[in-house]
């Protein structure tokens, strides 16, 4: 997380617009200070984590879907994308065992149910590259 609002900050700052990022840095630290607080009800802590799986489902199946078009992962790593897969089934376990809240374990779930249908890609068109397929279609 603050990685990701470093480099949003940075990216205003170089593109000449630090006020810009400094005011996202403002109501960014703000709201996520109300956020983490006791006065926000618990039910939009549930609804916002339930809202993320869509992004996780669309994102992916994005992906895969531009993979299966090109017919190759392209620059896709593929450490990071078993890393990935590896990493959420380990969350589902620890989300079990640590909290026993059954929506992050869905959304685990789901987000491993993705990652390995991006990993399969990976297996399946490991030979694959663009140029590869740039020659098949020549001859």
């Not at 006065?39 to 916002?48: A, E, G, L, N, R």
């Not at 996780?56 to 017919?71: C, E, K, P, S, V």
């Amino acid at each position: 997380m603050l990685q990701t609002v470093t480099i949003g900050f940075l990216i205003q700052h170089y593109g000449r617009r630090t006020s810009i990022g400094l005011s996202f840095l403002v109501i960014y630290f703000s709201l996520l200070g109300v956020l983490l607080s006791p006065v926000t009800p618990m039910s939009v802590v549930t609804t916002m984590q339930a809202s993320n799986m869509p992004a996780i489902i669309i994102g992916r199946l994005i992906q895969a879907a531009t993979n299966f078009r090109n017919g190759h992962t392209g620059q896709l790593s593929a450490i990071s994308v078993f890393l990935l897969f590896a990493g959420s089934l380990a969350r589902i376990f620890t989300s079990l065992q640590e909290t026993g809240d059954s929506l992050m374990a869905l959304t685990y779930v789901i987000s491993s149910m993705c990652n390995s249908i991006i990993a399969l890609q990976v297996l399946y068109y490991w030979n694959s590259s663009p140029e590869h397929k740039k020659k098949k279609k020549s001859e």
